[in-house]
């Protein structure tokens, strides 16, 4: 589990970890928000809407 990874989506680098043979499960967020799961095995039932935050806070 990575904590405050200070980047949205769109810019986590999940190609070097795919290169590393990990799979990345990221909800990122500018600034110091954003979490991200990082595993060698592929995880199922992924869950980013347990809190129902209109601001989508990480």
């Known amino acids: 589990m990575m904590q405050e990874i200070k980047t949205e989506d769109v810019n986590f680098p999940y190609d070097e970890f795919k290169n590393l043979k990990y799979e990345s499960y990221v909800y990122g ?30």
């Open 29 to 58: 967020q500018k600034s110091y928000n954003g979490v991200a799961i990082i595993s060698k095995h592929k995880l199922e039932n992924i869950k980013n809407d347990l809190i129902k935050d209109k601001l989508k806070q990480s």
